[in-house]
């Protein structure tokens, strides 16, 4: 592993990802390709723009051309497929796009990695690929639906979405098996639950309440604000995604959970309580439609098989996030 290609890599967890492999290895090229949509955003990583081991590149997954390109320049081995369209009310309203990015563009990308991994590209039905090469698909628990008051997660459910954004991210995840199986192309993917932290854009429900609060705006929350989650700091994701990347298993899926399940309305009012506001500036609104109940995943095979685990609590997790959105508060 020498030259990582990290997509989206100008997100919220993108950034805070390459942020955290420019700054441990510095022996790797970390490449961030990132389209630069409304969620992008490369203030976030003004502290590792000069950084020798790293680069950025303004493109999109969904096109091939540019995709080869950087392949072709860079000498990728190793992609971390972060680029998404990833909130669902967004893609409620605009389906196509998420389509397109989530399922079209990761083809793109697994075809790419395809054509300059194998061994003999000229063999159409070669399998063997060069030494230490690997595609990581992250993904979310959103793919397998809804569950229950009681039950988790676990990497051999079905998948079910019932959301336009999780069916293209289940999507995505099925052409990254089918490359295994049919090509054998070394993959992996991971799914993780709701993550929250430093540099997410308001769109997402704890910043926007953070932020709303600040201002003395409503806090709009959907139907009776008893949806359930699991919630998963920033941080703790990128370890785990780090630790997928170089000790994962050819084909393996992982889910990532922070054993954090949490109400909306808890989240709301917590975030209010500490702020020192009124929960009058609490409103709530028509629900979203199709929006899943629960969510909870099982942590156990990335615990047990990789030695990961979460390290924030929600109380340490929610409380860091706060302040970093109070510090930054009026700016970019």
């Not at 998948?159 to 069916?167: E, F, I, Q, V």
């Not at 430093?198 to 953070?210: A, G, R, V």
Request: aromatic fraction near 10%; glycine fraction near 8%; charged fraction near 25%.
């Amino acid at each position: 592993m020498q030259t990582i290609l990290i997509t989206g890599g100008a997100g919220f967890i993108g950034s805070n990802f390459v942020r955290m492999m420019v700054n441990r290895y510095p022996r790797y090229n970390i490449i961030n390709m990132d389209a630069m949509t409304y969620a992008g955003n490369l203030v976030n990583l003004s502290d590792v723009n000069s950084a020798p081991n790293y680069r950025f590149v303004k493109a999109d997954i969904r096109n091939r051309k540019d995709v080869e390109q950087i392949f072709s320049t860079y000498g990728i081995d190793t992609v971390v497929n972060l680029a998404a369209e990833s909130h669902v009310d967004r893609s409620i309203e605009e389906p196509e796009v998420f389509l397109t990015t989530n399922v079209v563009g990761t083809q793109i990308l697994l075809d790419t990695a395809r054509k300059y991994w194998k061994v003999n590209p000229n063999d159409k039905y070669c399998k063997e690929y060069k030494h230490g090469v690997t595609f990581l698909q992250i993904s979310t628990d959103e793919v397998y639906g809804a569950l229950d008051e009681t039950g988790l997660f676990v990497e051999t459910m079905p998948l079910m979405p019932n959301s336009p954004y999780a069916a293209s991210k289940a999507g995505g995840d099925l052409i990254v098996r089918a490359y295994y199986e049919t090509y054998g192309l070394p993959v992996n993917i991971t799914r993780c639950s709701n993550n929250y932290g430093p540099y997410q854009h308001p769109e997402k429900l704890i910043p926007l309440m953070i932020q709303n609060c600040l201002a003395g705006k409503d806090l709009p929350v959907y139907g009776d604000g008893m949806q359930v989650r699991d919630w998963l700091y920033v941080d703790d994701h990128c370890h785990a995604i780090d630790i997928v990347l170089h000790k994962g298993m050819p084909g393996e899926i992982y889910n990532i959970g922070g054993n954090n399940e949490k109400t909306n309305i808890e989240i709301v009012r917590l975030i209010v309580s500490t702020l020192g506001k009124s929960e009058r500036l609490i409103k709530y609104v028509a629900d979203r439609p199709g929006h899943d109940r629960r969510y909870a995943i099982d942590n156990t095979k990335i615990t047990t098989e990789l030695g990961w685990k979460p390290v924030h609590t929600f109380e340490k997790g929610i409380q860091e996030t706060i302040q970093w959105y109070v510090r930054h508060e009026n700016k970019e």
